[in-house]
T-cell receptor, first 117, second 112 residues
Framework: GAVVSQHPSRVICKSGTSVKIECRSL??????MFWYRQFPKKSLMLMATSNEGSKATYEQGVEKDKFLINHASLTLSTLTVTSAHPEDSSFYIC?????????????FGDGTRLSIL | GENVEQHPSTLSVQEGDSAVIKCTYS??????FPWYKQELGKRPQLIID?????GEKKDQRIAVTLNKTAKHFSLHITETQPEDSAVYFC???????????FGQGTRLTINP
């Protein structure tokens, strides 16, 4: 149980393109999903917390107009990197909490490697 | 806000020996402490977690200890195997908060 699916796994696109990444909880409902960015050999940097049916909460320094987050259902959250530039190239990972498990652990998707040319 | 410090950043041990990774946290209101293992290019996977009402938890070769007074917790891996080689992250969550705060990670290498 507690499977989080993230798609696509890899994106290579030209500068100026907008890229949408999907995060789905496959076998549980997730009121809250999280979006992280990870640089090579670095820790997980939380970008925003996504709550179903409400606006996402962004961490300090993360541009909300640059990284659009939508959490329209209990099983799907999307991150759109708008007008992506080479500096946006990174590994983006989503995670979700399983509300039915008493201690509510957080499970991660496989990540999306974004490369902007 | 919560801050989590993790040490060491790299750790190399001989196969069969034990490995210990330590984390400290700053907010005494933190009550949930998971450990994740991340292999190269893959997702972080939860390997063990502990809540603040427990001092120690064990799952086969993996154990976690928590010292609430000192605000630190540790991951212990015994009888290490080559497949234990990965980056390990500790994290903490404050009671009532949604997000986890992660440590900087420890790159563990098991030498055959």
């Amino acid at each position: 149980g507690a499977v989080v699916s993230q798609h696509p796994s890899r994106v290579i696109c030209k500068s100026g393109t907008s890229v949408k990444i999907e995060c789905r909880s496959l076998d549980f409902q997730a009121t809250t999903m999280f979006w992280y960015r990870q640089f090579p050999k670095k820790s997980l940097m939380l970008m925003a917390t996504s709550n179903e049916g409400s606006k996402a909460t962004y961490e300090q320094g993360v541009e909300k107009d640059k990284f659009l987050i939508n959490h329209a259902s209990l099983t799907l959250s999307t991150l759109t990197v708008t007008s992506a530039h080479p500096e946006d190239s990174s590994f983006y990972i989503c995670s979700a909490r399983d509300l039915e498990q008493g201690h509510q652990p957080q499970h991660f998707g496989d990540g999306t490697r974004l490369s902007i040319l | 806000g919560e801050n989590v410090e993790q040490h060491p950043s790299t750790l190399s041990v001989q196969e069969g020996d034990s490995a210990v990774i330590k984390c400290t946290y700053s907010d005494s209101a933190s009550n949930y402490f998971p450990w994740y293992k991340q292999e190269l290019g893959k997702r972080p996977q939860l390997i063990i977690d502990i809540r603040s009402n427990v001092g120690e938890k064990k799952d086969q070769r993996i154990a976690v200890t928590l010292n609430k007074t000192a605000k630190h917790f540790s991951l212990h891996i015994t009888e290490t195997q080559p497949e234990d080689s990965a980056v390990y992250f500790c994290a903490a969550r404050v009671l009532g908060a949604q997000k986890l705060v992660f440590g900087q990670g420890t790159r563990l290498t098991i030498n055959p």
